[in-house]
């Protein structure tokens, strides 16, 4: 069956190291991969796109990688502050499914003082 | 301010009383889309959209219907609701691009179905 699999327990790390979510995935295709960050009651906000023939992409303190072989999309944030605890999603967007985005159940990322 | 909007925020209602939620967007955005969200489950699509009077089905769309009428609006509608669809549910629109289909999300709109 097809499944986008996120870490499914909370993340707490200290302040200034850099945090490290995964999201692997089956059966599918995927034409590119998003990363969002919500916060809680709110809707999630676009953070970074890589595509299938794109290994790495930076942004900032984020980085994503994307590996087709593993099926896999890790997504960094360096020097974390607080400010980054929320729960991060990934989003695939399968070929030729124009309009279909499945998401990850989500990770939850703490960052402590 | 490019937003999207949802209404109402906060819903209680009663089993088998219909409801719509308004979703609407101000960015001309072609793809708009419903999603619902659970403890555990994530964000499910329910429906999505293209363009105008063209819609699909997402992974969850049993009891639930939409309609894309204009391009700014995309409504959607509980026919007979039931306590199994309480739940968060955001609407979201995206437009295809450099970005792909980057959903910029409305602020959610809590259901309740007692």
């Known amino acids: 069956s097809q499944k986008i699999e996120q870490n499914s327990e909370a993340l707490n790390i200290q302040e200034g190291k850099t945090a490290t979510l995964t999201c692997n995935y089956t059966?599918?295709?995927?034409?590119?991969l998003q990363w969002y960050r919500q916060d809680p009651g709110r809707g999630p906000v676009f953070l970074l796109l890589i595509r299938e023939n794109e290994k790495e992409k930076r942004k900032e303190r984020l980085k994503v990688t994307f590996d087709t072989t593993l099926k896999q999309s890790l997504f960094h944030i360096t020097a974390s502050q607080p400010a980054d605890s929320a729960t991060y999603l990934c989003a695939l967007a399968p070929y030729n499914q124009g309009g279909k985005l499945i998401f990850g159940q989500g990770t939850e990322l703490s960052v402590k003082p | 301010e490019a937003q999207v909007t949802q209404n109402p925020r906060y819903l209680i209602t009663v089993t088998g009383k219909k409801l719509t939620v308004t979703c609407s967007q101000n960015?001309?955005?072609?793809?708009m889309s419903w999603y619902r969200q659970d403890p555990g489950l994530g964000l499910r699509q329910i429906y999505y959209s293209m363009n105008v009077e063209v819609t699909d089905k997402g992974d969850v769309p049993e009891g639930y219907k939409v309609s894309r009428k204009e391009k700014r609006n995309f409504p959607l509608i509980l026919e007979s609701p039931s306590p199994n669809q309480t739940s968060l549910y955001f609407c979201?629109?995206?437009?295809?691009?450099?970005?792909?289909?980057?959903?910029?999300f409305g602020p959610g709109t809590r259901l309740t179905v007692l």
């Open positions: 979201a629109s995206s437009s295809p691009g450099q970005k792909g289909d980057t959903q910029y």
């Open positions: 059966n599918y295709s995927p034409a590119y």
């Open positions: 960015m001309n955005h072609e793809y």
